[in-house]
C-alpha cells in the first residue's frame, strides 16, 4: 500500500470556523456563546501559562466518565514526558460531544472546548511554539478537521491576532494513530504488536478478538484512511489468526462482513472477545459494541446497522465478551501516539500554514 505522506496531508484544506455553540437563529447569543467560551478558555490558558511552548491534545471527545477518566490520565502522562517544556492542554473537536458532557449527560457535567477557542488563547498569549497533537485513530475524516483548526489560526481566520506574531509562532503536528503502513517500525505494525502483547490470555484461550473501530463512509474517506483498519488486520493475523478489525462506518467492513471473514477461515463457534478500536470506550463502545437487549437486536434484520456486535454475534452461535478498554489506556498503544509527539518536537514545524488576510501589512 502507498505510505501516507503526513506534512503532504496539509495542502488543499479549506478554512472552516469550527465554532461550537448551539445552532440558533439569533446572532446574539450565538456571538455571546462564543464570547462566552473563549473567556473560559483565555483564563484557563492565562492561569496555566508557564512555558513559551503549548501542546493541544486534541481528542473526538465524549460523555462518559471513564473517557474523561482516560483523557485525564493521558494529559497526566504528556505533562510528566513534556511538562518540563511544554505547557498540555485537552480539547474536543466534536460540539456535541462538548455540549453533551457540560450538560452532564451520562456522568457529572464537564467543561471541554475545541481547538480553535485552545489555539486562539494561545495566540493571545503569543506562545512561541504551538504543536496540536491529533488523539485520532487514523488520518481520516476527523484528522482532516484538526488540520483546517490550525489552517484557520494561523490564516487570522478572525483578524484580531497580531499579524507579525502569526509570521513568526512555530506550529507543529503530530500525526494521528495509524499513519504509516510502510517500512521498519511502521505505525501499524508497532499496533499490531502492541494489541497483541495486550490481547496475550485471549491468544492463549484460542479466543477469536475482535476491534470494532469508527471508519469513514466513502464520501468521507479523508485521503483513503480506511485502508488502515484492513492493514491492521492483516498485521495482527501475521500474528495470530483470529484478530479481525471492523467498523461501524466503512463500507464492506461491519460485523457481518467480519461474521463472513470468520467463517471463511473456518472460526464457526467458540468465544469473541469485543474491543472498541477507539481512543476512549465512549458511546460507539457502550451501545455499537456492548448494547444488550432488545433495543440492541432485531431479529428480522440481523445486519442491521442498529444491533449491537454483542448481539449480533450472540445470536450468530458465539460466546460474545465486550472488554470497555479503549486504545489511550493501553500504554503500548499510547506510546505510538507519544512518539508522533516526540517526532513533531524534533520537527522543524509546519511550512507554508502563514498566509496574511491583510496583504498590506506585509
Same mark, same amino acid.
Not at 517500512?183 to 475482535?210: P, R, T
Given at each position: 500500500?502507498?505510505?501516507?505522506?503526513?506534512?503532504?496531508?496539509?495542502?488543499?484544506?479549506?478554512?472552516?470556523?469550527?465554532?461550537?455553540?448551539?445552532?440558533?437563529?439569533?446572532?446574539?447569543?450565538?456571538?455571546?456563546?462564543?464570547?462566552?467560551?473563549?473567556?473560559?478558555?483565555?483564563?484557563?490558558?492565562?492561569?496555566?501559562?508557564?512555558?513559551?511552548?503549548?501542546?493541544?491534545?486534541?481528542?473526538?471527545?465524549?460523555?462518559?466518565?471513564? +473517557?474523561?477518566?482516560?483523557?485525564?490520565?493521558?494529559? =497526566?502522562?504528556?505533562?510528566?514526558?513534556?511538562? %518540563?517544556? $511544554? &505547557?498540555? /492542554?485537552?480539547?474536543?473537536?466534536?460540539?456535541?460531544?462538548?455540549?453533551?458532557?457540560?450538560?452532564?449527560?451520562?456522568?457529572?457535567?464537564?467543561?471541554?472546548?475545541?481547538?480553535?477557542?485552545?489555539?486562539?488563547?494561545?495566540?493571545?498569549?503569543?506562545?512561541?511554539?504551538?504543536?496540536?497533537?491529533?488523539?485520532?485513530?487514523?488520518?481520516?475524516?476527523?484528522?482532516?478537521?484538526?488540520?483546517?483548526?490550525?489552517?484557520?489560526?494561523?490564516?487570522?481566520?478572525?483578524?484580531?491576532?497580531?499579524?507579525?506574531?502569526?509570521?513568526?509562532?512555530?506550529?507543529?503536528?503530530?500525526?494521528?494513530?495509524?499513519?504509516?503502513?510502510?517500512?521498519?517500525?511502521?505505525?501499524?505494525?508497532?499496533?499490531?504488536?502492541?494489541?497483541?502483547?495486550?490481547?496475550? +490470555?485471549?491468544?492463549?484461550?484460542?479466543?477469536?478478538? =475482535?476491534?470494532?473501530?469508527?471508519?469513514?463512509? %466513502?464520501? $468521507? &474517506?479523508? /485521503?483513503?484512511?480506511?485502508?488502515?483498519?484492513?492493514?491492521?488486520?492483516?498485521?495482527?493475523?501475521?500474528?495470530?489468526?483470529?484478530?479481525?478489525?471492523?467498523?461501524?462506518?466503512?463500507?464492506?467492513?461491519?460485523?457481518?462482513?467480519?461474521?463472513?471473514?470468520?467463517?471463511?477461515?473456518?472460526?464457526?463457534?467458540?468465544?469473541?472477545?469485543?474491543?472498541?478500536?477507539?481512543?476512549?470506550?465512549?458511546?460507539?463502545?457502550?451501545?455499537?459494541?456492548?448494547?444488550?437487549?432488545?433495543?440492541?437486536?432485531?431479529?428480522?434484520?440481523?445486519?442491521?446497522?442498529?444491533?449491537?456486535?454483542?448481539?449480533?454475534?450472540?445470536?450468530?452461535?458465539?460466546?460474545?465478551?465486550?472488554?470497555?478498554?479503549?486504545?489511550?489506556?493501553?500504554?503500548?498503544?499510547?506510546?505510538?501516539?507519544?512518539?508522533?509527539?516526540?517526532? =513533531?518536537?524534533?520537527?522543524?514545524?509546519?511550512? %507554508?500554514? $502563514?498566509?496574511?488576510?491583510?496583504?498590506?501589512?506585509?
Amino acid at each position: 500500500m502507498k505510505k501516507i505522506k503526513f506534512f503532504a496531508l496539509l495542502a488543499g484544506m479549506a478554512m472552516a470556523m469550527g465554532l461550537t455553540s448551539a445552532c440558533s437563529d439569533d446572532d446574539d447569543v450565538t456571538t455571546n456563546n462564543w464570547t462566552t467560551y473563549q473567556n473560559a478558555v483565555d483564563s484557563q490558558v492565562q492561569a496555566a501559562k508557564k512555558h513559551d511552548k503549548a501542546i493541544l491534545l486534541v481528542a473526538f471527545g465524549s460523555t462518559w466518565q471513564m +473517557a474523561f477518566d482516560a483523557f485525564d490520565a493521558t494529559k =497526566a502522562t504528556y505533562e510528566q514526558e513534556f511538562g %518540563d517544556d $511544554y &505547557d498540555i /492542554y485537552l480539547s474536543f473537536s466534536s460540539a456535541i460531544c462538548i455540549n453533551r458532557a457540560a450538560a452532564g449527560e451520562n456522568t457529572t457535567p464537564r467543561n471541554y472546548y475545541a481547538p480553535n477557542f485552545w489555539l486562539h488563547a494561545f495566540g493571545r498569549s503569543e506562545y512561541n511554539e504551538i504543536l496540536v497533537q491529533s488523539l485520532q485513530v487514523i488520518p481520516g475524516e476527523e484528522f482532516n478537521r484538526v488540520i483546517n483548526y490550525i489552517k484557520d489560526f494561523a490564516n487570522n481566520y478572525l483578524g484580531d491576532l497580531d499579524d507579525e506574531y502569526l509570521s513568526q509562532v512555530t506550529l507543529k503536528l503530530g500525526s494521528p494513530l495509524l499513519t504509516s503502513a510502510e517500512g521498519d517500525g511502521n505505525d501499524v505494525d508497532e499496533a499490531a504488536a502492541a494489541l497483541y502483547s495486550y490481547c496475550q +490470555a485471549q491468544v492463549n484461550n484460542g479466543d477469536v478478538v =475482535a476491534f470494532m473501530g469508527h471508519g469513514n463512509p %466513502d464520501n $468521507y &474517506d479523508s /485521503y483513503k484512511a480506511n485502508v488502515r483498519y484492513t492493514e491492521l488486520e492483516e498485521s495482527l493475523q501475521r500474528l495470530y489468526s483470529k484478530f479481525y478489525v471492523g467498523t461501524v462506518d466503512m463500507p464492506d467492513n461491519y460485523k457481518n462482513n467480519v461474521y463472513d471473514r470468520m467463517q471463511a477461515d473456518g472460526v464457526t463457534d467458540g468465544t469473541v472477545q469485543l474491543y472498541p478500536l477507539m481512543s476512549i470506550a465512549g458511546d460507539h463502545a457502550h451501545n455499537d459494541l456492548a448494547g444488550e437487549g432488545s433495543d440492541y437486536w432485531d431479529e428480522e434484520d440481523p445486519d442491521s446497522e442498529e444491533n449491537s456486535w454483542y448481539e449480533y454475534f450472540s445470536h450468530m452461535g458465539y460466546t460474545a465478551e465486550p472488554n470497555l478498554t479503549g486504545l489511550l489506556s493501553i500504554p503500548a498503544i499510547l506510546d505510538i501516539w507519544m512518539q508522533h509527539t516526540h517526532e =513533531a518536537v524534533n520537527s522543524e514545524g509546519l511550512e %507554508d500554514y $502563514y498566509h496574511s488576510m491583510f496583504p498590506e501589512a506585509d
